[in-house]
C-alpha cells in the first residue's frame, strides 16, 4: 500500500511531467491498461541476431554500421555486475532516497522522483502511458555514478567523438532506463545524426524501425488522432502500427519490426526512425554515439544545429583527431545531410535549442525525445 507522502510526489511529478493531463481520468482515459494486447508472439521480428563473437569491430561497420543496418547482439552483457544487481528490489534499496528524472516540466526542467516513490508508482500505476524514468545524470552524481562500475562499454561501440567536447559540453548521451508496461518513447530520429545501442537488462521492448526517407505524416500521430497523447508510444501502436499492416501501406516504409529480451543490445543506426514500447517491465541503459563512421553526418546536423559547440569541437579535432578534422572542413554543410531529422532533436529553432548557440541539453535518448529541452541541473 502506498503511504501518503508516496502518492502525494507521484501527483505532483504527474502533474508537472504532463500538465495537459490535468486529473486521473485522463491519464487512464483509454483504459490501455486493461484493453491494450501487449503480447509478441504475434510479431514479426525480422532483426537479424549476432553474437559479440561472431564479428571483429571492423567487420561490425562493413556489416551493419557503414550501410545502417538494425542489429540485435548477445553476449555483450555476459560479464556485466548490472545482470544481477539491477533488479527493482536491489536498486530500491541502494538508490532508495536518489533522485532519478522521470519527465520533463513545460518549461524543459527535469522532473524527478526519489526511487522508493518511483517504484511504488511503477508497481501499481494503471496509468495509459505511465511515466518512465530516462535518467542521463546518473555518471556525474556523487552517489547514482555508482551505476557506470556495473556495464562496460560494447567492444563495437567505444568509438567516442564527442568526448573531445568535455563531459559538460557535450549533448547528453547516456540514459539508466527503467519503466513499467505500457510505458516507452514515440516515434523519433536520434539526434545530431547519432546512432545508439540499447542494452536490456529484462523486461521485453517492442520496436518498429522505418527508413530514413520516411515521409513523417505517414508515421507520427495528429493531435486529432492522439488528442493529449498523440506523443505516446502505445498511442502509436494503438493507432499508426494497425495501418501499417494494411495492403494499402507503401511497401518501401514497412516498418522492421523486433522484440528485444534481456540480454540483448539492439543497434540503432543514425537516421533511422524508430518508436519502442515496454511490454513488461524493463530495466535498461542506453547511449548515443558518434564514431568515426557516422561522423560526416553527424558533423553536418551539428554545424547546422549547434555552431557554437561545433567550433569548440573542432578545435579539440585538430588536437586529438587531426585526420576527422580535416574530413569535417571539407563537409558540404550547405547542402542536405541525406539523412532525415527530427525537428524537435537537433533543429537551431528546436525547443532543445532555443538559439543556435544554445548550450542546453539538447540530447535524446536512443529511444525517445525525453530530453528535448534543457535540464535543470542537480
Known sequence: MSSHRSRKRIREAKRKARPELSCQDLWIQHRLAQNFDLSWEHVNDTVERIHESDYTEDEFIEKFERPYKVVAITGCQDTWQARYKWTLERLGKKYRNQKFKCGEDDEGYSVKLKMKYYLDYLKHTEDDSP???????????????????????????????????????????????????????????????????????SGHKRWCFFPTDTPKDLIKLTSAEGGKQRDEAIMWYKIIYPRTQQP?????????????????????????????????????????????????????????????????????????????????????????SGQASDSSSDSSSSSSSSSSDSESDSGQESEGGQDRKKQKRA
Open 248 to 336: 494499402d501501406w507503401p511497401a518501401r516504409y514497412k516498418p522492421i519490426e523486433c522484440i528485444q529480451g534481456p540480454g540483448e543490445t539492439v543497434f540503432v543506426p543514425g537516421g533511422i526512425w524508430h518508436v519502442v514500447l515496454n511490454l513488461d517491465t524493463t530495466i535498461a541503459v542506453t547511449q548515443n554515439f558518434a564514431s568515426k563512421t557516422n561522423f560526416p553526418t553527424v558533423w553536418h546536423k551539428t554545424v547546422r544545429g549547434r555552431p557554437k559547440l561545433s567550433r569548440k569541437w573542432l578545435r579539440q579535432l585538430k588536437k586529438h583527431e587531426p585526420e576527422l578534422a580535416k574530413m569535417a572542413e571539407m563537409v558540404d554543410t550547405a547542402s542536405k
Open 131 to 201: 511515466l518512465y524514468v530516462f535518467d542521463s545524470g546518473y555518471g556525474d552524481h556523487q552517489r547514482r555514478k555508482k551505476l557506470l562500475e556495473d556495464y562496460d562499454l560494447p567492444k563495437y561501440f567505444r568509438d567516442d567523438l564527442f568526448k573531445y567536447c568535455g563531459e559538460n559540453k557535450r549533448p547528453p548521451y547516456r540514459w539508466i532506463v527503467v519503466g513499467p508496461p505500457r510505458s516507452g518513447t514515440g516515434i523519433h530520429i536520434d539526434p545530431l545524426g547519432t546512432s545508439a545501442w540499447n542494452a536490456l537488462i
